[in-house]
């Protein structure tokens, strides 16, 4: 079985990092995609914007958070 680990994108890139899999619906602020390094990029599996901006790093809503993501990508998996 592959090992999946995750990585904030402003990390380095490493050579043991394996495939690299970018989830963010915009381009991260000031790096470029030679920096990145990445393999794929799924803006379709990251919340909507105004899911984030509704959610605002409120650990509060952090399950309600989780319910409505999990309806986004359901919903984006019947597209």
Wanted: no cysteine; glycine share 2%; proline share 3%.
């Amino acid at each position: 079985m592959s090992k999946i680990q995750t990585k904030r994108v402003y990390e380095k890139a490493d050579r043991n990092d394996g495939y690299r899999v970018l989830v963010d619906r915009v381009w991260p602020r000031g790096i470029s995609k030679e920096k990145m390094k990445a393999d794929l990029w799924l803006k379709e599996a990251a919340p909507s914007s105004d899911l984030r901006k509704w959610f605002n790093h409120d650990q509060s809503k952090w399950e309600k958070f989780k319910s409505r993501y999990f309806e986004e990508l359901d919903s984006n998996s019947e597209r």
